[in-house]
Nanobody, 120 residues
Framework: VQLQASGGGWVQPGGFLTLSCAASGTGFTIEALGWFRQAPGKQRELVATITSGGITEYSASAQGRFGISKASSQKTVTLRMNLLKPEDTAVYSC???????????????WGQGTEVTVSS
């Protein structure tokens, strides 16, 4: 399984950005998709996740401003980020929990990071 992320960039405070991440490969099913971020000098932190059943989870800082969704194919996840703040500046990485068909062991795959810069 590989993940391809896109959509980062620069935006002014109060603006919005949309990040997308697509999973590719064969013979697998996805249990969850999500986004983490890591700001300079800080630890990586959860931003938002969504399960195959559509259950979402957000960090306190993302709640109410960000929206995570997935395509019906279950293999693409989108993070809509509204009302962006300078403290949202970070490298955002998508990830997935998945398993091979017929197997129960869950695996994790991380995509390459995409930079988000919020500044005036």
């Amino acid at each position: 399984v590989q993940l391809q992320a896109s959509g980062g960039g620069w935006v002014q405070p109060g603006g919005f950005l949309t990040l997308s991440c697509a999973a590719s490969g064969t013979g697998f099913t996805i249990e969850a998709l999500g986004w983490f971020r890591q700001a300079p000098g800080k630890q990586r932190e959860l931003v938002a996740t969504i399960t195959s059943g559509g259950i979402t989870e957000y960090s306190a800082s993302a709640q109410g401003r960000f929206g995570i969704s997935k395509a019906s194919s279950q293999k693409t996840v989108t993070l809509r980020m509204n009302l962006l703040k300078p403290e949202d500046t970070a490298v955002y990485s998508c990830y997935t929990k998945w398993r091979y068909f017929g197997r129960t062991f869950l695996r994790e795959t991380w995509g390459q990071g995409t930079e988000v810069t919020v500044s005036s």
